[in-house]
């Protein structure tokens, strides 16, 4: 595995491989790797023949009161876990490198609609930071397709909604959410949780689980949400969001038939993300937002 800091670098070695004809695949992360992003680099390697991983703490999507500088940094340990996951680039750039005029002045990529509500509403700016990073890497390594995790669903849709508006000529794969043993989506924050947090988190996996099981038996929406909030804050959480969405992220309505249950709690002062897909009976579908 090469591992490249420099946007010349990173040209070059990729033109190398372009005049081979060799399909080239990206797989985006700011570090501090698990299970979940090693998934997207084999579902990389079975799409592309090359598979580029950057890795960037990117400060664009961080609000004022968030995690930047506490967020975790591992990178000898995320390289060894890349060398054996069979990733052929590491693209690991500077603040400098991606944003060499600061941050003030640098243009940015607005996806609006599918951005708002949802993590959009309670992170100001979240979206847009995403969506620079992404579309900066995305000309930087001109990949042929490019992999994201399916557990920030709403990410993921914001990406294929500017990939398509931009007329991007690449191929976003959603890979499905991997958890731990007892449920709990993995998460790089998932490592701020203390012992008696990390024995509650799987409790959110669990409600949506009841949650979809009450829905795909055709139990009324506005309820079972309801009934979900108060479950989330009886065990500990407090929610952000609890919503269901078309798969598009549009309200669901009386013709809705697969939805997605999507879900953001702190737990201590850690913030949550989980989603399940639900398939809803015709006839007890409602409009709710």
């Known amino acids: 595995m090469r591992t490249l800091r420099d946007i ?8 190398e491989y372009r005049k081979r004809d060799q399909r080239i695949a990206l797989v985006p992360t ?3 790797l698990h299970a979940g992003h090693l998934a997207l680099v084999t579902k990389a390697r079975q799409h592309a023949d090359i598979v580029v991983t950057s890795l960037f703490v990117n400060p664009m999507q961080f609000g004022p009161n968030e995690d930047l500088d506490a967020y975790p940094r591992t990178f000898a340990e995320d390289q060894a876990k890349l060398v054996d996951a069979g990733c052929h680039v590491l693209f690991a750039p500077t603040n400098t490198v991606l944003y060499p005029n600061g941050l003030s002045t640098q243009t940015r990529v607005r996806v609006p609609k599918v ?3 949802l993590c959009g509403g309670a992170r100001p700016g979240h979206f847009d930071g995403v969506s620079t990073v992404v579309t900066l890497l995305f000309n930087l390594v001109q990949p ?3 992999c994201f995790g399916e557990k920030d669903y709403q990410q993921l849709a914001v990406i294929r909604k500017f990939v398509r508006d931009l007329h991007m000529p690449i191929e976003i794969i959603g890979v499905p959410i991997v958890r731990a043993e007892d449920g709990l989506a993995l998460s790089s924050r998932n ?3 203390n012992a008696a947090e990390r024995a509650t988190a799987p409790a959110l996996y669990r409600i949506l689980c009841t949650l979809r099981d009450a ?3 055709g139990e009324p929406i506005e309820a079972v949400l309801h009934q979900g909030h108060q479950d989330l804050t009886a ?3 407090i929610p952000d969001y609890l919503e269901l969405r078309d798969t598009h992220l549009n309200p669901v309505s009386a013709v809705t038939l697969d939805a997605v249950l999507l879900a953001a709690a702190k737990l201590g002062p850690t913030r949550l993300l989980d989603n399940l897909s639900v398939r809803l009976p015709l006839q007890s579908t ?3 937002q």
């Open 215 to 217: 829905l795909e038996q």
């Open 286 to 288: 409602t409009s709710h």
């Open 8 to 15: 010349t670098d990173l040209r070059s070695t990729l033109g």
């Open 144 to 146: 042929d397709v490019a």
């Open 191 to 193: 490592g701020y949780l």
């Open 115 to 117: 951005s708002e509500g």
């Open 235 to 237: 065990a500990g959480f």
């Open 30 to 32: 700011m570090g501090n």
